[in-house]
């Protein structure tokens, strides 16, 4: 009896599946595959896989330890080049050096998420488009005060801006230049105050945040034409902008320093923090701490409030106060839906 003939296609999908099958599988390096330790830093981070930068500027991508489950963008690793490619790898990640900080943003169902390590400031980007929106800006703010990292807020687009306008949003700004924190108005397409943000980058690694559609993508093509990241419009009919980077990346820029991209964060929460954190991340509040005349005040209506009289008294200006109280219920609502999601998993 003969066999039966495959046709071209069933040929075409065999042969595709057997394709499948071998790239799915996992290899293991050989001890006598693999070369010295040496340190680098990891420059791209993918989904089962990183790019480290050697020493000498090359950039090998490699697997990871099955102990390491955390490697981000930042890191400074010991890893082992391999003699040959496997399967487009070069080497394998051993070990992480400890980190001196890292940025973390939480997640509903993977916990707490580590986005970039080893960060001497972190670029606060805010566009005037569709408003300039500082609740947001705080929200970050908190972030950076509890991570430990100093902050530049950043107004881009300000092209865009009447000369009214214009004055109206330094008035918002000047806020923060009170308590402390460095502002910068500028703007990506005509180039606007591009050198200021140029010195500020070049003081060493620095990561931009913010919400979609801002311009962090526009920013890097000006910073690092030859990059040409995707820039993404603000939709017209929500304000929200298109998540345009796919994977966190580090560049060396030209006149010095280095620059983090990570994807665009549309909704960064707090329920990770608790609400004492929140309000150590407010640093002018930092004066009144302790004051309060109930060791439980909540820094609302509470009879004594330390905070309250010092809004009251013009210590702490009453935007930020009202926003705290903002970000302390949004916190306690989405940590209500986290524990409402885990239960019904």
């Known amino acids: 009896m003969s066999k039966r003939r495959l046709t071209q296609n069933q040929q075409r999908r065999i042969q595709s599946n057997h394709h499948k099958r071998i790239s799915k599988k996992e290899f293991e390096w050989q001890e006598d595959m693999l070369g010295e330790v ?30 390491l489950k955390n490697v981000v963008v930042g890191d400074v690793v010991s890893w082992r080049q391999g003699t040959a490619q ?3 790898i070069s080497g394998v990640i051993e070990a992480i050096y ?14 707490i998420k580590v986005m970039a390590s080893n960060i001497d400031q972190i670029i606060i980007v805010s566009a005037v488009l569709p408003t300039l929106s500082l609740n947001i800006i705080d929200r970050y703010l908190v972030i950076c005060e509890t991570a430990g990292i100093p902050a530049l807020i950043v107004l881009n687009k300000i092209d865009l801006l009447s000369p009214e306008e214009r004055e109206a949003v330094k008035t918002q700004l000047a806020i923060y230049e009170k308590i402390g924190y460095e502002t910068l108005l500028l703007s990506a397409d005509t180039g606007e105050n591009m050198a200021a943000l140029d010195s500020y980058l070049s003081k060493g690694t620095s990561i931009f945040v913010g919400q979609s559609g801002v311009g962090k993508s526009s920013l890097i ?14 939709s017209d009919t929500s304000g929200l902008g298109q998540h345009t980077t796919t994977a966190s990346r580090l560049y060396h820029l ?25 309000t150590q991340g407010y640093r002018e509040f930092q004066q009144v701490l302790g004051t309060c005349k109930f060791r439980d005040c909540k820094h609302g209506n509470d009879p004594g409030c330390a905070l309250r009289e010092a809004v009251e008294a013009g210590k702490i200006d009453p ?18 839906q986290r524990h409402f999601r885990t239960e019904i998993a």
Not at 221 to 234: K, M, Y
Not at 266 to 273: A, D, I, M, S, V
């Open 221 to 234: 093509n000006q910073l690092l034409p030859e990059v040409q990241a995707l820039t993404g419009a603000v």
């Open 98 to 111: 400890p980190r001196k900080n890292e940025l973390t943003r939480p997640d509903y169902y993977d916990g």
């Open 254 to 278: 030209p006149q010095g320093g280095n620059l983090i991209d990570s994807p665009g964060i549309r909704e960064f929460g707090l329920w990770h923090l608790e609400a004492e954190q929140i």
């Open 319 to 336: 935007i930020r106060f009202e926003n705290y109280h903002r970000l302390i219920e949004s916190r306690n609502e989405s940590k209500s």
């Open 86 to 88: 496997l399967q487009g």
């Open 38 to 67: 040496q340190t680098g830093i990891v420059v791209t981070r993918h989904a089962k896989h990183a790019d480290v930068e050697a020493p000498n500027g090359e950039i090998c991508r490699c697997n990871l330890r099955r102990t």
